[in-house]
């Protein structure tokens, strides 16, 4: 698990990196760390003013998510409790997608992606970042 939590924390570092100027619409899968938030607010990616939208399945996991973003105190967050292809975004539009499902790319994800980027959620992204894992993940 060292090696995964290390890679995890280089790639994280890459893809949450800031832009020329602060995304003022995010969407991300944070887990019950938010440390990709963390770092792009540590990074200046985002300020307390960006809309940070999160998802996450699991109940607990996305009250624990609730609570720390309320702690960092954002101004404008929303924590989806479903399975990411069953949300909604068709009132949302974000400029920095980071979904990192821990999982599988299922058939029922990817045609959700095709329907956000089809619509206004994911179309005035300035950046889109996936990644997706195999059962293997658990033997590396």
């Not at 969407?27 to 809309?51: H, W, Y």
């Not at 998510?65 to 009132?91: C, G």
């Not at 997608?97 to 990817?110: E, F, S, V």
Request: aromatic letters at 10%; one cysteine or more.
């Amino acid at each position: 698990m060292d090696w995964d939590q290390h890679t995890k924390s280089v790639i994280r570092n890459i893809i949450c990196k800031p832009s020329s100027e602060v995304y003022q619409s995010i969407l991300v899968l944070p887990s019950g760390t938010c440390f990709d938030v963390k770092q792009m607010l540590e990074d200046k990616a985002i300020n307390l003013d960006t809309r940070v939208v999160a998802i996450e399945r699991d109940k607990l996991l996305a009250g624990i998510i609730r609570t720390k973003l309320q702690e960092m105190h954002f101004n404008n967050f929303e924590v989806f409790n479903e399975d990411l292809h069953k949300v909604d975004l068709s009132k949302e539009s974000f400029d920095f997608i980071y979904l990192d499902t821990c999982g599988n790319l299922t058939p029922q994800i990817l045609s959700w992606m095709v329907e956000q980027v089809q619509t206004k959620a994911f179309k005035s992204a300035k950046s889109i970042n996936l990644a997706f894992s195999s059962s293997s993940r658990s033997f590396s």
